[in-house]
C-alpha cells in the first residue's frame, strides 16, 4: 500500500552534488513525432556535453519501452503511465545531479505539465521537435508509418492517435528547415553552455 512507503531522505543534498559536479542538475524533454529526430539530437546533444565536461545522459522512449515499461501498450491510459515513469526516472537522476536528455514522443501536454511540476523551476527545458507528419514519414527507417496506415499498428501518434504539440516549449528546433548541427547548437546556447 502506498501509505505504507516512506522513502528516506538523503544525507547528501541536490546541491552537494551539484557543487561536486559542477554543474546544475536538469532535465531536457525532447517532444515531438516519431521521426521528427528527438532521438538523434539527444544522442548528439549528450556527446557535446560530455565533450564539454558535463555528466549527462540520454534516455530514449524505446529503451525504456524494451525493459521498464515492455508492459506498457500504446492506449492513452498506457501512453501517460509511461510519461510518468520516465518523469520519475529523470527525477531520480536529476536529483543524482545529471543533466538528462530525453527522446519521448510523449504526446499529451497534460502528462508533459505533470512531469514538468516535479521539478524545480528552470530545470525542465522541454523542447519541441517539429517536423511535419509528411516528413517524419520520409524518415521513417522503422517502417512503422507504413504499418500504422496498413492497419497493422494501432492508436499510432500522428496517424489514429492525436499529439498535442507544446504551445510554450523553452525550445523549438524545427528539423525540416535547421541543419542538426544548427539544432544542437541553438539546444547548447538555450542551456548557456
Known sequence: M???????????SREERSRLLKQQPLVIWM????????TTLAKLLEKELLERGKIAYSLDGDT????L???????????KENVRRAGEICRVLADAGMIVITSFIS??????????ALFP??????????????ACEKRDTKGLYKKARAGEI????????????????????????????????????CLGI
Open 121 to 134: 523551476k528552470g530545470q525542465f527545458i522541454e523542447v519541441y521537435v517539429k517536423a511535419s507528419i509528411e
Open 2 to 12: 502506498a501509505e505504507d512507503i516512506f522513502p528516506p531522505h538523503s544525507l547528501v
Open 154 to 189: 494501432k492508436n499510432f501518434t500522428g496517424i489514429d492517435s492525436p499529439y498535442e504539440a507544446p504551445e510554450k516549449a523553452e525550445v523549438v528546433v524545427d528539423t525540416e528547415s535547421e541543419s542538426v548541427e544548427k539544432s544542437v547548437s541553438k539546444l547548447l546556447t
Open 107 to 116: 504526446p499529451f501536454k497534460a502528462d508533459r505539465d505533470a512531469v514538468r
Open 64 to 67: 525504456l519501452r524494451a525493459g
Open 69 to 79: 515499461n515492455k508492459d506498457l501498450g500504446f492506449s492513452d491510459a498506457d501512453r
Open 31 to 38: 517532444t515531438g513525432l516519431s521521426g521528427s529526430g528527438k
